[in-house]
């Protein structure tokens, strides 16, 4: 048996890209998840992949954005599985761009994704993992990247979810509950989709990661979500862990 057998995982975002992969991971380790995103079709993918490694997965339609329907959708994860143990808040959707070109309403969606959806949603779970549950909060380097052009509503954003997860971690550590945020690289979608149309842009970005690949959803991000919220690493939680090939320097 192993260390996970019989744990259950709320991901969000899962329905593709990153999210989709760090189920794939959790699912290889007898994890049952539920599998939480905006459009039922692709939470149905996901999760006949994830029937088909033998554990149980159910969709959960749902926007991130609307924090007054996350408690009511995690309170019926939990009627149906029984439980709660991991919480990987993954889905995001914010602007990119100019800071001068950007309006208040585009700047503000990043914040209504990442911290306000986390918060409300860690709010939520926290009676669930209560004695030994984990959290798991998907940040960026583009925090501390050497060039922020463009990236600056999004990486703002993120570091007010990365700072929100190092007070959860210390707050709730006498729960049991330990929290830490993952900044990682990985072929989504979206990135796959930029890196054909700017195959130069592509490939300078690659050049820039000492290990010279950009990181895969289940074996590089999925597998380190793995050894997170297990037993090995029990007592890390308030720390923020790079998967970006060597590329950010957190300091």
Known sequence: ?????????????????VGE??????????????????????????????????????????????????????DAVVAEFGRLDILVNNAYAGAYGPLLDM????????????????????KAC????????????????????????????YAAAKSALRSLTRTVAVEWAPDGIRANSIAPHAMSPGLEGWAKARPEEAAAFVASIPMRRIGDPEADIGRAVVALVGPDLGYLTGATIPLDGGQAFFG
């Open 1 to 17: 048996m192993g260390a996970l057998q019989g744990k259950v995982a709320l991901v969000t975002g899962a329905g593709q890209g």
């Open 21 to 74: 992969g760090i189920a794939l991971a959790l699912a290889a380790e007898d994890v049952d998840v539920a599998v939480v995103g905006r459009t039922l079709s692709k939470l149905e993918s996901t999760c006949d992949l994830l029937r088909a490694r033998g554990v149980r997965a159910e969709p959960f339609p749902c926007d991130v954005t609307d924090t007054p329907a996350l408690p009511a959708m995690a």
């Open 126 to 153: 926290h009676p669930h993992l209560r004695g030994g549950g984990s959290i798991v909060n998907l940040v960026t380097s583009a925090m501390v990247r050497w060039d922020p052009t463009t990236y600056g509503a």
């Open 103 to 122: 309006s208040d309403d585009d700047f503000r969606k990043g914040f209504d994704a990442a911290p306000f959806a986390a918060f409300a949603l860690m």
